[in-house]
């Protein structure tokens, strides 16, 4: 399985952005699907997960309210959806997933991650 994030630009804090993460070699209905984000010379963190099989959803505390994870399982693709973003939210944001169906306190732990797509780079601009 690979995973293509896109969806990234430049926006003006306010604003809104959707960001994709394509799945392709096989067809993944079930495991679950997360979007963590980068900021230079910080480590990564989490941002959202989506399980797929109950639709499951966890967000981190700086997203919730503004970020919305979602999936559709035709496309084999998760998306999130980023409302009023902010400055702070500038990041590049990689897509991560993995077979298994993670509980709620391992959905936030990249080492429970196998696959990575390549980030796409968000900047919010004040």
């Known amino acids: 399985v690979q995973l293509q994030a896109s969806g990234g630009g430049l926006v003006q804090a306010g604003g809104s952005l959707k960001l994709s993460c394509a799945a392709s070699g096989r067809a993944v209905s079930t495991g679950t699907v997360a979007w963590f984000r980068r900021v230079p010379g910080k480590e990564r963190e989490f941002v959202a997960a989506?399980?797929?099989?109950?639709?499951?959803?966890t967000y981190a505390d700086s997203v919730k309210g503004r970020f919305t994870i979602s999936k559709d399982n035709a496309k084999n693709t998760v998306y999130l959806q980023m409302n009023r973003l902010e400055p702070e939210d500038t990041a590049v944001y990689y897509c991560a997933g993995t077979p298994r169906n993670l509980i709620i306190s391992a959905r936030g732990m990249e080492d429970q991650y196998g696959y990575w797509g390549v980030g796409t780079q968000v900047t919010v601009s004040s």
């Open positions: 989506l399980r797929k099989f109950d639709n499951g959803k």
